[in-house]
């Protein structure tokens, strides 16, 4: 009797893009290599055989690999290297679970080896996304910390966080909607799987196991979500520095108010009385110090607006400052 030529083997489907050319090993075709998001197959409308629970509650997949998606050149980080260019060297073997609007995708990456020093980085580290261009950088989708990833859009909702909608604020809303999408996927597959169960009690359909859903994964605390507005700053930090900065005009006007203090939570809360701006003639703020005394301790701020000015060579304000 013949062997079976495909024994031990796993069944692969043929348009996929990591075909399996042999025993116990994987090679990448970057023909198919032509997306960023692989989405699982979606369950049937029309249910004819016993659906699977891995349909109903399985998750995108975003494959990042800059450097074979798009031919760009990647250079070594590490001092000493001399931007030695990087070769692909196979997919991590690690997976980083990303923290959505509504739910949960998974992220996978490439390993990037340099040829001279012989070290190993990910694609998906701030080394390597600094030297993407804009239009490529700006479709890598999250924020990644120590243990998971968090996604864009909450990080959009993070920015506008303030009184009465803190970051505890935010992760409840976003909990919600987690528990709203999970009971979806749940009436869904226990709805395709309600004919089974009726056949099988009534005898017309023998050893039918229905698998249960799985739990609804839980969110990461509060904290997690502070980490990632933190984290998200200091990603704009050049870019904010250089709004502030380059705020200027030629009537500069100076107010106190309580309304800005009032604002604060947590422990910056009740530490401060007075807000002070310096602003120009069409309502931009050129700075703002906060004291626990009307007009104490706001010389150094009305010196440092004057090397400012004399920095960037603009002329002098109209209102000098008093």
Not at 6 to 33: C, N, W, Y
Not at 40 to 62: E, H, I, K, T, W
Not at 254 to 283: F, I, Q, Y
């Amino acid at each position: 009797m013949e062997d079976n030529p495909t024994k031990g083997r796993s069944a692969v489907d043929i348009k996929s893009p990591v075909p399996l050319d042999q025993l116990r090993r994987v090679e990448l075709v970057p023909e198919h290599l032509n997306q960023l998001w692989w989405h699982p197959p979606q369950p049937a409308v029309a249910v004819n055989s016993l659906p699977g629970v891995d349909r109903y509650f399985a998750r995108p997949l975003l494959l990042w690999m800059p450097r074979k998606q798009w031919k760009v050149q990647l250079y070594c980080p590490h001092p000493g290297c001399d931007k030695q260019e990087l070769a692909s060297a196979g997919i991590n073997q690690k997976v980083r679970q990303v923290v959505d609007i509504d739910g949960f995708y998974n992220l996978a990456c490439d390993n990037l080896e340099c040829m001279k020093c012989r070290r190993r980085v990910l694609s998906w580290s701030h080394a390597i996304l600094s030297q993407l261009d804009i239009g490529h950088r700006v479709q890598f989708p999250c924020i990644l910390t120590a243990k998971d990833a968090c996604d864009m859009r909450i990080v959009l909702l993070l920015r506008n966080r303030g009184f009465g909608n803190s970051c505890s604020q935010i992760r409840n809303k976003v909990d919600e909607q987690h528990h709203e999408a999970w009971l979806r996927q749940n009436a869904h597959y226990l709805t395709d799987c309600e004919g089974f169960i009726n056949a099988s009690q009534s005898g017309l359909l023998v050893n039918v196991s229905i698998d249960d859903p799985p739990e609804r994964a839980s969110l990461p605390r509060h904290r997690w979500f502070m980490n990632i507005y933190i984290q998200d700053v200091f990603q704009r930090l050049d870019e904010i520095k250089a709004s502030i900065t380059s705020v200027s005009g030629r009537i500069l006007k100076m107010d106190s108010t309580k309304k800005v203090v009032k604002k604060l939570a947590g422990r910056p809360a009740k530490t401060a009385l007075w807000c002070t701006n310096v602003g120009n003639e069409h309502g931009q703020i050129l700075n703002s110090v906060m004291t626990t005394i009307e007009g104490h301790g706001l010389t150094k701020m009305l010196v440092r607006i004057v090397k400012r000015y004399k920095k960037c060579r603009y002329p002098s304000s109209r209102n000098p400052l008093s």
